[in-house]
Structures are given as C-alpha cells and as structure tokens.
Nanobody
Framework: QVQLVESGGGLVQAGSSLRLSCAAS????????MGWFRQAPGKEREFVAG??????SYADSVKGRFTISRDNAKNTMYLQMNSLKPEDTAVYYC???????????????????WGQGTQVTVSS
C-alpha cells in the first residue's frame, strides 16, 4: 500500500513559478515509477511528467517549463513549474506505479496509487 500527499498548489499570475511536492509513505519513491497528472474542469485527466530510475518524460505542453524530480532520502517527488500559463490551471495529482519501477509510465491505467490532488490556478 502506498499513500501519496500532494502540496504546493495555489493561485499565481501568468509567468510565475510553483513547486509541487508529493510525499510518499508505505513504499519508497525510488522503487516505483512516479508521475504527475492534471485535470482541468470539463477535461480528462492528462499526463504531465513521469520519472523512474530509467529516465524522465514530459508532455509536449510542459517541456522546457516543468521539471520533475525526486528526493529518495525524503521519499518525495517534486514538480517545478516555471513560466506558468492560464492553460496550466488544473488539479494536479501525483501517482505511483510500483509494478513498473524501471519504466516511465504515461498512461493513467498504469498507476495503482493516487494522491488527493492540489489545485493550481494561473491568472492572466
């Protein structure tokens, strides 16, 4: 069993930065594929970024602006978001896929554990 708790969301202006955190318990982040997803009102949940020991992947919409990382000692994953745009407004979720420790997983169906989400609102 894995428990995930996101934090760091908020209301910011376009061009600002935020850093989201995802604290994990029950299993180490280093032994799981981890990912960030987001869901805007009226839209499906979409992949933002993923990380495993084999690599990192980003959605095209956030490449060059967002950076995913993890601190194994703190058992925490991060999403550094720079140059935020109004279209980045969404609830952001972290997820864990312990059955794929060496793969970067972009599909929602690959993840077994989800956090409760944190709201990010970017005003223009």
């Amino acid at each position: 069993q894995v428990q995930l708790v996101e934090s760091g969301g908020g209301l910011v202006q376009a061009g600002s930065s935020l850093r989201l955190s995802c604290a994990a318990s029950g299993r180490t982040v280093s032994s799981s594929a981890m990912g960030w997803f987001r869901q805007a009102p009226g839209k499906e949940r979409e992949f933002v970024a993923g990380i495993s020991w084999s690599g990192i992947s980003y959605a095209d919409s956030v490449k060059g602006r967002f950076t995913i990382s993890r601190d194994n000692a703190k058992n925490t994953m991060y999403l550094q978001m720079n140059s935020l745009k109004p279209e980045d407004t969404a609830v952001y979720y972290c997820a864990a896929a312990p059955k794929y420790p060496g793969a970067v997983v972009a599909s929602l169906r690959g993840y077994d554990y989800w956090g409760q989400g944190t709201q990010v609102t970017v005003s223009s």
